[in-house]
């Protein structure tokens, strides 16, 4: 991570092959979603369609679903019901987060909309992330799966720990390497270990395999954080990526930032010191970081993390069975990276 | 509850007898709770325990011993390990809700300590209520009981919805007594349900106990929350309660204001209209208000109502055996009014 290094061109990857083979299933899933979303309380219903309905990738259900597909393979027939309910869980888990991050973070777009909190208030908000996260438990509970609660509700603990982790150092240019991992690893990539991991549980997959789908997630969460972190620079090409320059305007630090700040070091102290810890931006002042984080090769370094950590995700599938499943999430890790490449 | 009534004198009733019985059980689930509270990120603890070390009465996590231990009052050898757990987690929610409403209100006291979101920030505290609730979850998967999981993840969503019919109808003069008892079943209550229900099932009580034990529970918050409301216009007597005038100060629409503007209907219209539709109130308005609410009996309304709630509460504990802690928890009933009278 610390110097450029000459690799391979790496397999594109997509998405695609994996949201078709689980279509079926993720209709189901969403069917499920829009079912236990409703509330006596009108609205309710309301913000968490606007949020929900809007989509976004269904990432981390996706995960689930997958798992719980790969691990039974060899299966004729599969019982998904328990998963389906984890998977729909999981996304609860997830909207909640987004909703209370909004809050948070007083962002004001949110999967291509205006944030929730801007259109019913900060209260209604934080009050329908409680509900979502509640009802994500109530579902749980359905499946009597109390290894998959158990594995949800750590994920729940350790995100908001990673959370509060982010929050009080998020401004910090000293932040040093291994607490941004730390940060990253607990507020997105546990909640895709715990999404792959309750798919296993949720099919009562062996040991092996459950440690497998967990690995596999915890690791392609690193890779595309790493790559959302790249992607707000530009992504390696000249073009740049469609919200650049959001983590520097809220003067986040980010790994490629940490990197170019560490590579700069003696030179660039002042520029660094005013822009990001006492908060005086402006645009041409995002254009001279995006330089500096591309010339000093902090963003193929960040890139290059990324791509680790994709490998290590594929490397974890190969205890699975090999398919069409199998296949899917291999590309799905690749398509974590080669999005901002 | 429509006109007052006169009725015989009341018991005193009290919560010191319940306290000393429970103090040997409710110190290991103060030490659960201090222990579970931890996390390597600093900022946690500390506002976790600003809020929780604070006190207030632990009424909620009593509740679930005193259930815990009034339903297996015959057996010489009980194992409360589990019941323990499940009134931290009560205690961990409760917290939850609080730190999430102050940020909500923008309340500036809590526990007779500034509000931590006042010290630590909305976002702190919003996130630390994530982690507490998440954290009440974990340890509920320990004790294995899926059954108290799903009362408590159900209670925890009746909580949230309840939260949010308040914050739509809150200043709403033409709220009608179903839904304000709609709106404090579920956002108070509920909980006091929980509570005493999964400490029932916390030592595998049977079907009629356990369902007695919740509608004491639910009873007796409906009775806590009616005083509580009453008392915020200065109990019956003509002496104040500590915090009096808090919800008049907020126009919030508890029963007393509820029923005293319709006891005024016609008459009184303008000065409701202004002072809480419209939000302009002076202290000689709360002194005028206070005046109608008990000149035109609706304080003694809701003291009667909750006296009435306080009366069921005692008398769905008669199938319990008889023993010190059913009249422990009889004693705690009859508190729950005598203290706003």
Request: hydrophobic share 50%; charged share 25%.
């Amino acid at each position: 991570m610390t110097a450029p290094r000459a690799k391979a061109p790496r397999p594109q990857g997509d998405v695609e092959a994996l949201a078709a083979l689980a279509k079926a299933d993720m209709a189901a899933v969403d069917a499920l979603i829009v079912d236990r979303m409703q509330s006596p309380v009108p609205v309710i219903p309301l913000l968490a369609e606007h949020i929900i309905a809007a989509g976004g990738k269904r990432l981390r259900p996706l995960l689930t679903i997958a798992a719980a597909r790969a691990a039974t393979s060899a299966s004729t027939e599969v019982d998904l019901a328990g998963a389906m309910k984890l998977a729909a869980s999981v996304e609860f888990i997830h909207t909640a987060t987004l909703l209370h991050d909004d809050v948070v973070d007083g962002s004001e777009r949110r999967r291509g909309k205006v944030a929730a909190h801007l259109i019913w208030g900060s209260a209604t908000s934080v009050l329908v992330g409680d509900f979502l996260f509640a009802r994500a438990f109530e579902l749980m509970v359905e499946t009597g799966q109390l290894r998959a609660l158990g594995i949800l509700a750590q994920a729940s603990s350790v995100i908001a720990q990673g959370e509060v982790l982010q929050l009080t150092r998020a401004h910090d240019l000293n932040l040093d390497q291994e607490t941004y991992l730390r940060i990253i690893s607990a507020k997105t990539a546990e909640l895709f270990a715990a999404a792959a991991e309750s798919g296993a549980v949720g099919v009562s997959a062996d040991e092996k395999t459950t440690a497998a789908l967990r690995a596999f997630g915890l690791n392609l969460g690193l890779a595309f954080q790493l790559a959302d972190d790249a992607l707000d620079y530009g992504g390696s090409s000249e073009t740049l990526g469609k919200n650049a320059g959001d983590d520097f305007r809220e003067g986040k630090a980010t790994l490629p930032l940490l990197l170019a700040v560490a590579r700069t070091r003696g030179r660039e102290d002042a520029f660094w010191e005013r822009t990001i810890n006492k908060g005086e931006r402006t645009e041409d002042d995002f254009r001279r970081a995006r330089e500096l984080i591309i010339g000093t090769g902090a963003l193929t370094s960040t890139l290059d993390a990324a791509a680790d950590y994709a490998d290590a995700a594929k490397a974890s599938l190969q205890v699975l069975l090999a398919g069409p499943w199998r296949d899917a999430l291999e590309g799905l890790a690749d398509f974590a990276v080669s999005r901002a490449t």
